[in-house]
């Protein structure tokens, strides 16, 4: 028996040897791989820049050298909104760039992203260059950024999706009920639509209304977009979505919707011809991940130039303390710019702004550093696909704010949540509770049982005053009448061009235009100033290490069974407990 033990022990410990020793090796072969790419991969005539752009596309890219290898690539795998900007900016002066071969069937991104990759290819077209589109099958997201191009491929059996726009919202009423969770609301503004998915099983009218026009105009926008590139009219596109004239890529075809039904060698076929390559040899491609190393510059670095812009990107779920992958830490972000307040060289400051909102209290720590930095140099605010309610209270003291004509901006209005659990703990849980207290309130606020109605009382009348607080200081940043802001309040929704019209945004355009008004403000002349990105990309090892300790969910389950869904629901929920500033929640514009 103790010899049976001792060949267990000696295996164990083997394993995770070999564990320890194939991390390691892994490690080492990322820094070589990073080290390695400091010799920059040169691009070689004539060459084509193959855009893959099926993935989730975000504000900043993480660099990971194992972009594709495996289970360790999906760190990585994202696309960049900057980076890829640049890139299509360094393409468009070089030489050996010919041409871009775009493949966009279904991006992952809202549509202010959308907007400025769109954009972006525009501005490369003007050097001459080709950019050639093909597809299998194609969403309207991955559509509206492929009608730029000059040819257009849909595959002979492949479809082209032409139906409208829709924006999905998913209700927990009957979750909540079903597990025996009472939500406590607490809202101002008819608008203010955040609570409805946990005391409602559908929308509310105010909510139709405002999600009816903003989507209409995300649609209009797009459509006149699109008849501008593809020389067709807004009312026959509209017509085509409405009557569900796109069957058959025939039909894309005989629209002018795409210029080619083909296969993709026939694509290629083409392509060889604008090159002068012979048809038996291959294109030489580069990949946006490979031209991104071989262009790659140090606008994150401090850099030689004494003038420079700070351009600090806020993307996520608002909270306190520190940003994670997908959050607004307002201690990190407090800490940027405060750092870009403080260092002479930074002549001003743009705040690039992805959120739908979260914490109010981490939104008015954020604020108030806004508000001493544009104290003393030009503080510029940029939406990217959101920047309603939280995301709006961080931008509404900036000197100025630029928003692309689709963002979905506004939601000024403020609710807080509270959720009863008493029944839940008791009936799933077997869990119950008792208390002494010293004075009547002692317990409040409390999810383990009913609020008395007192309590609820002061919970309301502390919304309020958070939502006074809110418009007093979006009418003040914005230079209007408090009861002009908050007639245009009550946590509804806009677009960017909506929202340009009533007074919440100052210009339309995308981060480029934010930093060239920066520059303006700060008197900087257009080769005279350096950016730099913050805050500081993680490195891909930091990236690792922090991804092998995220593993919360797969403990709850080891540890809970069948109870698992119930405390992992139960999680989310805590996390929007309290005061908060978020527009409609789970929305999908599809």
């Known amino acids: 028996m103790l010899q049976f033990l001792k060949y267990v022990l000696a295996t164990i410990v083997g394993l995770l040897l070999f564990s320890f020793i194939g991390f390691m090796l892994l490690v080492g072969l990322g820094a070589a791989l990073s080290s390695s790419s400091d010799t920059k991969p040169a691009v070689k005539e004539n060459t084509v820049l193959k855009l ?28 960049g909104l900057v980076e890829l900007k640049r890139a299509l900016k360094e393409a468009k002066e070089d030489a050996n760039i010919k041409g871009i071969y775009l ?27 080709f950019v050639y589109a ?41 979750t909540l009920d079903k597990l025996g969770i009472k939500p406590e609301i607490f809202k101002v503004g008819d608008f203010k639509s955040a609570v409805e998915p946990f005391i409602r099983e559908n929308m509310s009218d105010p909510n139709r209304l405002q999600v009816n026009s903003f989507l209409s105009s995300v649609n209009d926008h797009m ?61 030489n491609y580069v990949s946006l991940s490979r031209y991104e190393e071989s262009e790659k510059t140090s606008d994150d670095t401090d850099g030689a130039s004494k003038n420079r812009i700070a351009v600090i990107i806020a993307s996520g779920d608002i909270q306190s303390g520190k940003s994670g992958d997908n959050s607004i830490g307002s201690e990190t972000i407090v800490d940027e710019i405060r750092k870009a307040r403080l260092d002479d060289k930074v002549k001003a400051i743009v705040l690039r702004v992805n959120s739908g909102g979260g914490s109010a209290l981490a939104s008015d720590v954020m604020y108030r550093e806004v508000q001493l930095a ?67 309130n002692a317990d409040f606020p409390t999810a383990t049982h009913e609020m008395t109605p007192f309590q609820k009382q002061t919970m309301q009348r502390a919304t309020e005053r958070i939502y006074a607080e ?18 245009i309040a009550g946590g509804r929704v806009w677009t960017g061009t909506q929202g340009k019209a009533i007074g919440l945004v100052d210009q339309l355009g995308g981060l480029d235009d934010a930093i060239k008004l920066a520059a303006r403000s700060a008197k900087l002349k257009d080769d005279d100033f350096q950016l730099r990105y913050q805050p500081r990309k993680r490195e891909f090892l930091e990236q690792l290490m922090m991804s092998f300790g995220n593993d919360e969910e797969a403990k709850i389950q080891a540890q809970l069974g069948e109870l698992a869904p119930y405390v992992k ?8 407990e309290g005061t908060q500033m978020r527009m409609p929640f789970d929305m999908d514009i599809r």
């Open 374 to 440: 544009r104290k003393v140099k030009p503080v510029i605010g940029s939406m990217s696909d959101y920047a309603a309610s939280g995301g709006y209270y961080m931008l509404m003291g900036c000197d100025k704010i630029v928003a692309q004509p689709n963002t979905i901006t506004g939601s000024i209005g403020v609710f807080s949540l509270m959720f009863n659990t008493e029944t839940f703990f008791k009936d799933k849980l077997g869990v119950t509770y008792d208390r002494v207290k010293t004075n009547t």
């Open 569 to 576: 629901y139960l999680k989310k929920l805590k996390m929007m």
């Open 103 to 129: 493949q966009t069937e279904s991006p992952s991104a809202g549509w202010a992203s959308l907007e400025e990759v769109r954009n972006a290819l525009i501005d490369f077209k003007q050097s001459k260059k």
């Open 223 to 283: 459509l006149v977009r699109v008849a501008q590139s593809r020389n067709l009219r807004v009312d026959s596109l509209k017509s085509y979505a409405n009557n569900l004239t796109i069957q058959k890529p025939e039909d894309a075809l005989r629209t002018k919707l795409v210029t080619n039904v083909g296969y993709q060698d026939e694509l290629e076929s083409l392509i060889k011809k604008q090159l002068g390559v012979e048809e038996k040899k291959k294109i």
């Open 134 to 174: 093909y597809a299998e099958t194609m969403t309207e997201k991955g559509y509206y950024i492929a009608s730029v191009a000059d040819k257009i491929y849909l595959n002979p059996a492949g479809d082209l999706e032409w139906n409208g726009l829709n924006a999905e919202l998913s209700f927990f009423k009957g």
């Open 52 to 79: 893959e752009l099926d993935k989730p596309i975000e504000e900043r890219s993480v660099d990971n050298p194992f972009n594709g290898f495996g289970p360790v690539s999906s760190s990585g795998d994202a696309i």
């Open 470 to 487: 809110f418009t007093s200081k979006a009418a003040s940043g914005r230079k209007l009448p408090v009861d002009s802001l908050r007639a």
